[in-house]
């Protein structure tokens, strides 16, 4: 995948599936398994949940990028590896059960996680690599990028890409991607609402770039406080969500890095966040 941006950062392998970089306070991983379409086998999971994890209490790190190597952002779970386990003595039963909860762990973590997420698409992006753009706070999508929840046309609903897919798009149009197993393009999954912009192909990484360095010029206590309020408040009915969201501008105005600022507005200068 091509930057379209400022040179590659300091590069450290993670894990055999998953790269790391750093251009100043943005992480980047990259997924690296272009020969299975980054698909989101067990090893490739346990190496996402360990770089979200780290990164999440990393406080060099004010946002995270995903990208990707290869035709593929992330074809979804890998098939090949769940169907081996059809020979299992439960018939695979326990390992799909694993693979699951696995999954569902990562996706959690991201939204969990006290740093943006930023999604850097190039390619496709099927079934739950589709989930994990979805999860991810914010999307960039190359112009030939293409999406898509497809299970439907090997008998097997996409039902987890959905808790994701209808988060974050409208209910109709969720149902024609999960129903139709169909592929849209960038420009209809920016309308859709699923990615924030589209940009020049073999570009997404540099836009991704871009959002993330803005982040980092935020503070980061209350680029903590609004993401974890953000998905506290969305799920709850409009009077408690106004209740909960006034409690946390209370807090959020109590803390120093609002009243500095305020102070920096008010007396027209740069603010100097002093963190938690």
Same mark, same amino acid.
């Given at each position: 995948?091509?930057?379209?941006?400022?040179?590659?950062?300091?590069?450290? #392998?993670? =894990?055999?599936?998953?790269?790391?970089?750093?251009?100043?306070?943005?992480?980047?991983?990259?997924?690296?398994?272009?020969?299975?379409?980054?698909?989101?086998?067990?090893?490739?999971?346990?190496?996402?949940?360990?770089?979200?994890?780290?990164?999440?209490?990393?406080?060099?790190?004010?946002?995270?990028?995903?990208?990707?190597?290869?035709?593929?952002?992330?074809? $979804?779970?890998?098939?090949?590896?769940?169907?081996?386990?059809?020979?299992?003595?439960?018939?695979?039963?326990?390992?799909? !059960?694993?693979?699951?909860?696995?999954?569902?762990?990562?996706?959690?973590?991201?939204?969990?996680?006290?740093?943006?997420?930023?999604?850097?698409? #190039?390619? @496709?992006?099927?079934?739950?690599?589709?989930?994990?753009?979805?999860?991810?706070?914010?999307?960039? *999508? $190359?112009? *030939?990028?293409?999406?898509?929840?497809?299970?439907?046309?090997?008998?097997?609903?996409?039902?987890?890409?959905?808790? *994701?897919?209808?988060?974050?798009?409208?209910?109709?149009?969720?149902? %024609?991607?999960?129903?139709?197993? &169909?592929?849209?393009?960038?420009? %209809?999954?920016?309308?859709?609402?699923?990615?924030?912009?589209? @940009? =020049? &192909?073999?570009?997404?990484?540099?836009?991704?770039? #871009?959002?993330?360095?803005?982040?980092?010029?935020?503070?980061?206590?209350?680029?903590?406080?609004?993401?974890?309020?953000?998905? *506290?408040?969305?799920?709850?009915?409009?009077?408690?969500?106004?209740?909960?969201?006034? &409690?946390?501008?209370?807090?959020?105005?109590?803390?120093?890095?609002?009243?500095?600022?305020?102070?920096?507005?008010? #007396?027209?200068?740069?603010? !100097?966040?002093?963190?938690?």
């Amino acid at each position: 995948m091509q930057d379209g941006g400022p040179p590659q950062g300091t590069l450290k #392998e993670s =894990a055999s599936f998953l790269s790391e970089a750093r251009h100043d306070a943005v992480a980047v991983l990259t997924l690296t398994r272009p020969e299975a379409r980054n698909s989101l086998s067990l090893a490739m999971l346990a190496a996402l949940q360990s770089a979200v994890d780290r990164l999440s209490g990393d406080r060099s790190v004010s946002a995270v990028v995903l990208a990707a190597t290869g035709p593929a952002f992330c074809a $979804g779970h890998d098939l090949k590896e769940l169907t081996a386990h059809r020979r299992d003595a439960d018939g695979g039963r326990a390992f799909y !059960a694993m693979t699951m909860a696995r999954c569902a762990g990562v996706m959690m973590s991201i939204m969990r996680s006290p740093k943006p997420f930023i999604a850097a698409i #190039e390619g @496709v992006a099927t079934a739950a690599g589709c989930q994990l753009v979805a999860t991810c706070d914010l999307a960039v *999508a $190359g112009a *030939a990028a293409r999406f898509a929840t497809p299970g439907v046309d090997i008998g097997l609903f996409c039902s987890t890409p959905m808790v *994701a897919l209808t988060r974050n798009v409208p209910r109709k149009r969720a149902m %024609e991607m999960l129903l139709l197993g &169909e592929m849209i393009g960038a420009r %209809e999954a920016a309308d859709y609402g699923l990615v924030n912009r589209v @940009v =020049a &192909e073999g570009r997404a990484l540099g836009g991704a770039l #871009e959002l993330g360095r803005t982040i980092a010029g935020k503070s980061p206590a209350t680029i903590r406080i609004g993401k974890e309020a953000f998905y *506290a408040q969305v799920e709850k009915p409009v009077a408690d969500a106004y209740a909960y969201a006034s &409690e946390v501008m209370v807090r959020n105005m109590m803390h120093r890095d609002a009243e500095e600022g305020i102070g920096a507005f008010v #007396e027209k200068r740069e603010p !100097a966040w002093k963190g938690d």
